[in-house]
């Protein structure tokens, strides 16, 4: 059974950064897609970014596109989600999920907060 923890939220000033890890345990990432997605409090959950296992293709959210960069660390079984120029409208709770086939993603982190301050 696979499991992801995040970690590396916190609050920080618009125009900072922040690196997101994504600890996966329970089977190799390599045999995952793995993803980024968001959640602001009375706002439907958002696609982030996603690591495709196939090929290493990678494809970011248009609101988050030339500012994050995801990436993965096969000998840490971890993925990352580096976040520069933070805008407010960045704060949410971020999760981690993985998903092997099709469009559901079926493991999820607990998630964690990324606040933005003006």
């Known amino acids: 059974q696979v499991q992801l923890v995040e970690s590396g939220g916190g609050l920080v000033q618009a125009g900072g950064s922040l690196r997101l890890s994504c600890a996966v345990s329970?089977?190799?990432?390599?045999?995952?897609?793995m993803g980024w997605f968001r959640q602001a409090p009375g706002k439907d959950r958002e696609f982030v970014a996603i690591?495709?296992?196939?090929?290493?293709?990678?494809d970011y959210g248009n609101s988050v596109q030339g500012r994050f960069t995801i990436s993965r660390d096969y000998a840490k079984n971890t993925v990352y989600l580096r976040m520069n120029d933070l805008r407010p409208e960045d704060t949410a709770n971020y999760y981690c999920a993985a998903k092997q086939y099709g469009s559901v993603w079926t493991h999820w982190g607990q998630g964690t907060q990324v606040t933005v301050s003006t």
């Open positions: 329970g089977r190799t990432l390599r045999k995952y897609d």
């Open positions: 690591f495709r296992r196939s090929g290493g293709h990678i």
